[in-house]
C-alpha cells in the first residue's frame, strides 16, 4: 500500500506543480503587454543571454561543424559521395543539431542562473520586498528574462547555423582537401529555406522554455542556500528534458 501511496503522492505533486507553472506562463504573457516596459531591463537581460553566451555557442557550433563534416566524409567516402558532405552538415545543422545544442547550452548557462538569481532574491525575502512595495515580481523579474530568451535564442541558432557549416568547410577543404566551391554549392543547393525556418522556430519555444522554467523554479526555492542549489540544478535538469521532449514534438508537427 506503501508504494501506491507514495506514486499517488508523486502524481499530485506533478499535477500541482504543472497547474503553478500554467499559471506562471499565463501570468507572464498577461504582463508582456502591460505598462509600464522597462526597457532597460530588458536589454539588460538580452545582452546577459545573448551577447555573453556567443563564445560558448561558437565553440560548441564550430567543433560540432567539424566533428559532423568527419563522421560524414569517412562515411560517404565508400560510396564516392565525398562532395555530398556540404548538403548533409547545412541540413542537419540547420534543422535540428544548431537549435537542440544551442538550447542544451544556453540552458546550463542561463536557466540555471536564472534560477540561482531568482532563487536566492527568494529565501532572502527579496520577492515579497517587492510585493510589499507593489510591484508585481512577474512583471518586474519574469516578463523581462522570458521575453530575452525568446528573443535572443533564435539569433543565437541562426549564428550557429553559419559558424557550423563554415566549420565543416575548415575542415572538409583544408584537411581533406576538397573543391571550396563544390561545398558550399551543395551546402546553397540541398538546404531549403524552410530548413533554416524550422530551426529557429524550434529555437523561439527552446528560449521560453529555458527562461520560463528558470523563473519558475527560481520563484519556488525553500531552504536557503541548500535549496538555491537544489532549484538550480533541477532547473538545467527540466530545462534540458523539455527541450528534448518538445523538439520531438515540433519536429512531427513541422516536418
Known amino acids: 500500500m506503501k508504494f501506491f501511496e507514495r506514486i499517488g503522492r508523486w502524481v499530485l505533486k506533478g499535477i500541482s506543480a504543472s497547474g503553478d507553472y500554467a499559471i506562471l506562463n499565463f501570468n507572464t504573457l498577461k504582463y508582456t ?18 551577447v555573453n553566451s556567443l563564445p560558448v555557442v561558437f565553440l560548441t557550433a564550430l567543433f560540432t561543424g567539424m566533428v559532423l563534416a568527419l563522421q560524414i566524409y569517412g562515411g560517404f567516402k565508400r560510396f564516392q559521395a565525398e562532395s555530398m558532405v556540404g548538403a548533409i552538415v547545412g541540413i542537419a545543422l ?33 520577492i515579497d520586498a517587492l510585493e510589499v512595495m507593489g510591484v508585481d515580481p512577474v512583471h518586474y523579474l519574469f516578463v523581462p528574462r522570458v521575453f530575452a530568451g525568446t528573443l535572443m535564442l533564435p539569433l543565437l541558432v541562426g549564428l550557429a547555423d553559419l559558424i557550423g557549416i563554415y566549420g565543416g568547410y575548415f575542415l572538409v577543404v583544408n584537411l581533406f582537401h ?14 531549403e529555406t524552410w530548413d533554416v525556418v524550422s530551426g529557429l522556430i524550434k529555437s523561439f519555444a527552446f528560449g521560453y522554455i529555458i527562461a520560463s522554467v528558470g523563473c519558475y523554479k527560481g520563484l519556488r526555492t525553500k531552504g536557503g542556500a541548500e535549496g538555491v542549489g537544489k532549484s538550480t540544478t533541477e532547473a538545467v535538469v527540466l530545462a534540458s528534458l523539455a527541450i528534448l521532449i518538445a523538439d520531438f514534438f515540433l519536429s512531427k508537427l513541422l516536418f
Open 33 to 50: 503587454f502591460k505598462r509600464p516596459f522597462d526597457i532597460k531591463n530588458w536589454f539588460k537581460q538580452m545582452e546577459r543571454i545573448g
Open 178 to 191: 576538397e573543391n571550396p566551391y563544390l561545398y558550399m554549392k551543395n551546402v546553397y543547393q540541398y538546404t
Open 94 to 126: 540547420s534543422r535540428e543539431l544548431a537549435p537542440v545544442l544551442t538550447g542544451l547550452m544556453v540552458a546550463g548557462r542561463i536557466g540555471s542562473s536564472i534560477a540561482a538569481e531568482i532563487g536566492t532574491m527568494k529565501v532572502t525575502e527579496q
